[in-house]
């Protein structure tokens, strides 16, 4: 985790603090990095919540309720779990007015060609189309493992803060 206050935590912690809203996540490949990043900002639960990490497939499917047949046809590490997984915790979470969940490949054993890729996906209550957040998908340039989820947690962050207007 980074020694000093991460510029993205604290413009989303203030941004969200201004418009009185809280913010849930639901973590996969950071495993809690982005909350650990979050926490770190003084008054951060003013406006955070918490975080669920879940790591394991069964995990996403016991806790945030993702359909299993979702994990089978797109894998735990796809857009569509990520999707899933930011549109349950806002379900579950009624005092959140965004949810924000990540997923990724980091390796070890990750396919060459997913290896590095990183699913968000932001959803808003309130919104139009609640069932539809916003979404994005990331490559890291990091090659160890702690390093890839501080990068994961950071661009995560940055992200959100640019969807949060």
């Known amino acids: 985790m980074p020694a000093t206050i991460s510029p993205a935590a604290a413009k989303l912690i203030e941004r969200l603090r201004a418009a009185n809203q809280r913010i849930v996540f639901a973590e996969s490949c950071t495993?809690?990095?982005?909350?650990?990043?979050?926490g770190g900002v003084p008054g951060a639960s003013h406006a955070f919540g918490g975080s669920m990490v879940t790591y394991q497939a069964e995990v996403k499917q016991?806790?945030?309720?993702?359909?299993?047949?979702?994990?089978?046809?797109?894998?735990?590490?796809?857009?569509?779990?990520?999707?899933?997984?930011?549109?349950?915790?806002?379900?579950?979470?009624?005092?959140a007015d965004w949810a924000g969940a990540i997923t990724g490949h980091l390796g070890p054993d990750a396919p060459t060609e997913k290896d590095?890729?990183?699913?968000?996906?932001?959803?808003?209550?309130?919104?139009?189309?609640?069932?539809?957040?916003?979404q994005s998908t990331f490559?890291?340039?990091?090659?160890?493992?702690?390093?890839?989820?501080?990068?994961?947690?950071?661009r995560f962050l940055e992200w959100m803060v640019a969807q949060i207007e």
């Open 116 to 134: 590095g890729i990183v699913f968000v996906s932001l959803a808003k209550r309130g919104s139009l189309s609640p069932l539809t957040p916003v």
């Open 31 to 38: 495993c809690g990095m982005a909350a650990a990043i979050v």
């Open 139 to 154: 490559h890291l340039d990091q090659s160890s493992r702690i390093g890839r989820q501080i990068e994961a947690a950071e």
């Open 62 to 95: 016991q806790w945030l309720n993702v359909d299993r047949a979702t994990i089978h046809q797109f894998s735990a590490e796809s857009q569509q779990t990520t999707d899933a997984m930011a549109i349950r915790l806002l379900e579950e979470t009624p005092q």
